[in-house]
């Protein structure tokens, strides 16, 4: 039996969210030719896993891993999603988030006949299951669904969470110039719970400008960033000389972590290794 089964009869729009995916039909009329743009790091990682890399003819520039991926075209960020670059890649079907797209670009894969699958992640080891799942039974390859989820079980089992909370403030950071703080409700302050630490601000939602005033109050025991972000800022030797940082434990005792920002921050089928590094790192 052939791992997908080509686009036949009418190419409808299929929007399918991963919170009622048990009820979701199949995409029907697929083959071994298919040809798919992913629209997102944790989809093309689950495709990949599930045998599907040789069928993907385009990512946005989250889909880096595995290396592989680095070599098909890019057509932009997710959040600021490009119809026309993408049908220039004459792909079958077209898979991404829900939230990243709108009613009228959705509307332009359906007058350009090409079929969608749009799913929703949600930011915690059942979301990454749930994602898993619905691409899987979706492309009719829920055998490679199961493994990849037992794969992620297993990562997970491995990960050795500290005796006690570590509080640890996230920055985003892209030089001197832009440096965010995570608040609540990020893929960040996620991905710390899961690891045993606690975030250090809980005082808003999302992302806010870093200040000293922030960073005092706060009083993190790590400080946490982006490999991509550290470097930006000239190493730890560059964060140090924040205003502020010197005043909090982490700033006096130099615990300064950073990730790859697409493991941590994706939520993927590399779940699991990514928790296992940073509790590492944490504890």
């Known amino acids: 039996m052939k791992p997908i089964l080509v686009v036949a009869g009418a190419l409808a729009l299929l929007s399918l969210g991963a919170c009622n995916a048990n009820k979701q039909a199949k995409i029907e009329g697929l083959s071994d030719s298919i040809k798919i743009v992913s629209l997102s790091g944790a989809i093309s990682e689950v495709l990949a896993g599930a045998g599907l890399e040789k069928n993907i003819v385009g990512t946005d520039i989250t889909s880096n891993y595995p290396e592989s991926l680095k070599a098909k075209p890019k057509v932009g960020h997710n959040r600021n999603i490009n119809a026309e670059g993408i049908l220039a890649l004459q792909p079958n079907l077209v898979i991404g988030i829900k939230k990243d797209f709108s009613p009228a670009l959705e509307a332009q894969f359906k007058t350009a006949g090409v079929k969608l699958l749009l799913v929703d992640q949600e930011y915690s080891v059942k979301g990454t299951k749930q994602l898993i799942r619905t691409l899987t039974d979706s492309?009719?390859?829920?055998?490679?669904?199961?493994?990849?989820?037992?794969?992620?079980?297993?990562?997970?089992?491995?990960?050795?969470?500290?005796?006690?909370?570590?509080?640890?403030?996230?920055?985003?950071?892209?030089?001197?110039?832009?440096?965010?703080?995570?608040?609540?409700?990020?893929?960040?302050?996620?991905?710390?719970?899961?690891?045993?630490?606690?975030?250090?601000?809980?005082?808003?939602?999302?992302?806010?400008?870093?200040?000293?005033?922030?960073?005092?109050?706060?009083?993190?025991?790590?400080?946490?960033?982006?490999?991509?972000g550290l470097q930006s800022l000239g190493g730890p030797d560059g964060v140090a000389k924040i205003q502020g940082i010197k005043e909090t434990n982490a700033g006096k005792n130099k615990k300064i972590i950073s990730m790859d920002g697409e493991l941590l921050g994706s939520f993927g089928p590399r779940l699991g290794i990514a928790v296992q590094e940073l509790a590492k790192k944490i504890n």
């Open 139 to 228: 492309l009719h390859l829920t055998a490679k669904g199961d493994s990849l989820i037992k794969v992620l079980d297993a990562d997970l089992a491995k990960v050795k969470l500290a005796a006690q909370k570590t509080k640890v403030l996230f920055i985003y950071a892209r030089g001197a110039g832009t440096m965010m703080v995570g608040g609540t409700g990020t893929q960040v302050e996620q991905a710390i719970i899961l690891a045993g630490g606690q975030n250090a601000v809980t005082e808003f939602v999302d992302y806010k400008p870093l200040t000293a005033e922030a960073l005092v109050k706060a009083n993190p025991d790590i400080l946490l960033l982006f490999d991509s």
